[in-house]
């Protein structure tokens, strides 16, 4: 707004520092007739009218400025009109753009506290996915053996591995809760109970009570 405020300043301070700029073709007209009338009606003397004439002519000269002028300012006051008009229209946003960073700021913390417990995620992913890493890892292994026909090579893995496993199902009962919990989806789609033999059409699937069960484990 300051620099349109300042043109039209300096606009009107050029129509009234001297050099008679009128601020309008009309008011340029104005005078002119109003000059002419004197000539045409009263009683001067020479010297009056020739110095009225010189005047008039001077007037005349100014005539293209005063149009660019007056064009000028239509212009500025135009853009200044165009200008208060957007203000308005952005005060009446002011209260929707609040709410949208109030939004906005609700968001980010939602996504700040998800990058904060992503690692923590990960992290969990990989522990559960470790088991899977070895099996694959002792399955390829197993597979370059039989590839290459090391039989004595075959044999030293499957003992090693086989007494980890006792080991571990001997010594630590995690172990034995993690591989029922994971075997019951394999019994409950052959129609299995938990020691191989088919089970009966009206049993209730077998991870339901499995999950019954940890449910009354925990309230104990």
């Known amino acids: 707004m300051e620099p349109l405020q300042q043109a039209l300043g300096k606009l009107r301070n050029n ?8 601020s309008s073709e009309e008011e340029l007209n104005d005078i002119i007739y109003s000059l002419q009338y004197r000539i045409q009606h009263e009683s001067i003397p020479l010297s009056e009218e020739k110095q009225i004439l010189r005047e008039i002519k001077q007037r005349e000269g100014t005539r293209d400025k005063v149009i660019a002028n007056a ?10 009109g165009l200008k208060e008009d957007i203000q ?5 946003m002011g209260n929707d753009l609040e709410c ?36 694959r890892s002792l399955l390829n292994k197993a597979k370059e053996l039989a590839a290459k026909k090391d039989i004595k090579g075959l044999e030293e893995l499957s003992t090693v591995e086989v007494e980890k496993f006792m080991d571990l199902w001997s010594n630590k009962k995690a172990v034995r809760d993690d591989y029922e919990k994971r075997i019951l989806s394999s019994l409950d789609q052959t129609q299995l109970s938990r020691d191989g033999r088919i089970r009966n059409p009206d049993a ?7 999950k019954k069960n940890q449910c009354l484990l925990h309230l104990k």
């Open 15 to 22: 129509n009234n520092g001297g050099g008679g700029i009128c």
């Open 71 to 80: 064009a000028m300012r239509a212009k500025i006051q135009e853009s200044l």
């Open 88 to 92: 308005d229209q952005v005060k009446l």
């Open 100 to 135: 949208y960073l109030e939004e906005l700021n609700t968001v980010t913390q939602k996504r700040n506290k998800a990058y904060e417990t992503m690692p923590q995620l990960w992290k969990q992913r990989d522990e559960a996915n470790v088991h899977f890493y070895q099996s």
């Open 204 to 210: 209730k699937p077998l991870v339901v009570l499995y």
